[in-house]
């Protein structure tokens, strides 16, 4: 089994920047495709972004394309998501996710493991 963790969320005021991290332990973390879901209050829950094993292709929903990047550094055992022009909908809690395969995917019944998430609140 692999447990995710995510930090680095918070509170910033529209337009800023904000890096999210998800620390993965157990088994070998270049296994894995990994991916960023999103989730807001009364909504269902969204595909943010994806990345392969290696690191070296990489995806994202059109709601955060340009402004979002999703990266992963196999030595640390982590993957990133590094967020600007932060908008107030992107006020969600972001949750990290693994699939045992090489490329990710934007559904979500698709990975194994979840994080418990990290709240971002982007403020008008």
């Known amino acids: 089994q692999v447990q995710l963790a995510e930090s680095g969320g918070g509170l910033v005021p529209t337009g800023d920047s904000l890096r999210l991290s998800c620390a993965a332990s157990?088994?070998?973390?270049?296994?894995?495709?990994m991916a960023w879901f999103r989730q807001a209050p009364g909504k269902e829950r969204e595909f943010v972004g994806a990345?392969?094993?290696?690191?070296?292709?990489?995806y994202y929903a059109d709601s955060v394309k340009g402004r979002f990047t999703i990266s992963r550094d196999n030595a640390k055992n982590t993957v990133y998501l590094q967020m600007n022009s932060l908008k107030p909908e992107d006020t969600a809690v972001y949750s990290c996710?693994?699939?045992?395969?090489?490329?990710?995917?934007?559904?979500?019944?698709?990975?194994?493991?979840w994080g418990q998430g990290t709240q971002v609140n982007v403020s008008s």
């Open positions: 990345v392969n094993r290696i690191g070296s292709g990489q």
């Open positions: 157990g088994r070998t973390f270049s296994n894995y495709a």
């Open positions: 996710a693994a699939r045992g395969g090489w490329s990710g995917t934007e559904r979500a019944r698709d990975y194994d493991y």
